[in-house]
């Protein structure tokens, strides 16, 4: 015998069906949506640091720190500076009062004021505005004789000690500021090899002791200053690598690490000082060529950024990072750890990186101005 249905039978059978057909295909379009939507966020939806001015081949990201507000800063040497708030870059030029476009040495205050170490000479951000900072220089300074800084005021590197008062070196002279006078700190050119009152310092770093270290090109070794005097501590030699190998036994002072090392860098390499004698790494260590930059991260890895791409150092054993591992350009200058454990990385070209642990994102572009007419 047939079984018939009735037509509410139907229409409730029918309901059902399509009911059903409908939330399988809502399920079905939103889990891939979903997805699409996560990868295409962390794969590319993000802010760049623009460059807009230059070739695109030159230019470095030179300096970058991290504010007390959060807010990330780089200094570049041909596109002025740049703040970056976790959601856009901000751009500063000369036009909005910046010195130079071409930038050195980043430092934040005690009272948060951001210095500006530039080519032109000092420059200082309140927050609000950017103004102009004249050192005043002694009449009787010595001609500027440094090959590499030999057309500028540049301001090669800025501290503030633990007195409170801020150290400026600049191509011009070392100086203390007590917040109201600029001092040259002069130290006789006959006592300890400090050759003379100007030129011979690029770098500074206080240690955890109070002593203050110099370093530069221009000189053979380091110095410490104790607050009275100047002691010049040798180097051994590292070599360039190259077709034309040279010896270099100067070095920048870089950080103190938790052990109470401090590391000193130059073109051949690192060396490491325990406070009686020098270690010195290079390439064959797994060292980058032509250290730049070193610093220590919160778990108290060592990076070591140079012309060869990036190494961390466990205490152990070094791992190079290279174009394979995501550095399109591989000449680091600059290296900053975050307050969230990101790492930074600043490159030539304008390059700037985000490493989080495991991938090197770009986060720099190039576009240049479109010709005026």
């Not at 130079?100 to 309140?126: F, H, V």
């Not at 203390?176 to 003379?196: C, P, R, S």
């Not at 490491?272 to 020098?278: C, E, I, L, P, V």
Request: a neutral charge.
């Amino acid at each position: 015998m047939k079984k018939y249905f009735s037509p509410t039978q139907v229409f409730t059978f029918l309901t059902i069906i399509v009911f059903c057909s409908a939330c399988n295909g809502q399920i079905k379009k939103e889990v891939p949506r979903e997805k699409a939507s996560e990868s295409t966020l962390s794969a590319s939806v993000h802010p760049k640091l623009i460059k807009t001015i230059g070739n695109p081949r030159y230019g470095n990201v030179q300096c970058s720190l991290q504010d007390k507000a959060g807010n990330l800063w780089f200094g570049t040497t041909q596109n002025g500076l740049y703040r970056y708030d976790g959601k856009s870059f901000t751009q500063f030029l000369v036009a909005d009062g910046l010195s130079s476009n071409d930038i050195s040495s980043l430092l934040e205050d005690k009272d948060d004021n951001i210095w500006i170490g530039t080519k032109a000479g000092l420059c200082l951000y309140d927050g609000k505005t950017f103004t102009k900072i004249q050192i005043p220089l002694p009449k009787n300074l010595p001609p500027n004789k440094n090959p590499y800084y030999n057309d500028s005021h540049r301001v090669t590197s800025m501290m503030q000690a633990k007195s409170g008062k801020l150290w400026f070196v600049t191509i011009d002279g070392v100086y203390v500021y007590d917040g109201k006078t600029f001092t040259l700190f002069i130290i006789d050119e006959g006592a300890n090899g400090f050759l003379t009152s100007n030129d011979k310092v690029e770098q500074i770093f206080e240690d955890k002791a109070g002593n203050i270290w110099f370093g530069g090109r221009t000189n053979e070794g380091v110095y410490r200053y104790d607050g009275k005097s100047v002691t010049n501590l040798k180097l051994t030699e590292l070599f360039q690598n190259g077709p034309m190998p040279k010896a270099h036994s100067w070095g920048w002072p870089q950080v103190q690490d938790k052990n109470g090392n401090i590391w000193f860098s130059n073109w051949g390499g690192a060396y490491r000082y325990d406070g009686k004698s020098f270690t010195s790494f290079s390439e064959k260590d797994g060292m980058p060529g032509e250290v730049t930059r070193i610093v220590e991260d919160r778990k108290g890895n060592l990076w070591f950024g140079g012309a060869d791409g990036l190494s961390r150092y466990d205490g152990k054993t070094f791992t190079r990072f290279t174009t394979k591992d995501g550095l399109a350009n591989p000449w680091v200058w600059s290296i900053l750890e975050d307050k969230t454990g990101n790492l930074w990385v600043g490159t030539r070209e304008t390059g700037l990186y985000l490493f989080d642990g495991e991938t090197f994102i770009t986060y720099s572009e190039y576009k240049p101005k479109p010709a005026t007419e």
